[in-house]
Nanobody, 126 residues
Framework: AVQLVESGGGSVQPGGSLKLSCVAS????????MGWFRQAAGEEREGVAI????????TYADSVKGRFTIPRDNSENSIDLEMNTLVPEDTATYFC???????????????????WGRGTQVTVSL
């Protein structure tokens, strides 16, 4: 089975930047959704940024638009998340996830995803 491994988390001050990386143990393929979710302490897991591998189209949560970016040149077995202008509300465990897609669209709901990494912690504080 495909395994996902995240890296790049850490502690940063507000306004700072971090880059997360996710590597799959094998090629995901063209008909998959792959991207990032996050879960803050005491909160539900939420979609952050998801890419449809067939065309490289990306969907971002409203809370991170203009600040977070999935580079368009990611391969089918690797996906990054560039995070800029970080704020304390971004503090969470960030998970890489993937799932086969039907109909050519990617869900922002965690329930739609079947392959998960273990997560990497991002902490934004003074």
């Amino acid at each position: 089975a495909v395994q996902l491994v995240e890296s790049g988390g850490g502690s940063v001050q507000p306004g700072g930047s971090l880059k997360l990386s996710c590597v799959a143990s094998q090629d995901i393929g063209r008909n998959y959704c792959m991207g990032w979710f996050r879960q803050a302490a005491g909160e539900e897991r939420e979609g952050v940024a998801i890419m449809y591998t067939s065309f490289g189209t990306t969907t971002y949560a409203d809370s991170v638009k203009g600040r977070f970016t999935i580079p368009r040149d990611n391969s089918e077995n690797s996906i990054d998340l560039e995070m800029n202008t970080l704020v304390p509300e971004d503090t969470a465990t960030y998970f890489c996830a993937a799932a086969v897609t039907f109909g050519g669209r990617c869900s922002m709901s965690s329930q739609a995803y079947t392959i998960w990494g273990r997560g990497t912690q991002v902490t934004v504080s003074l």
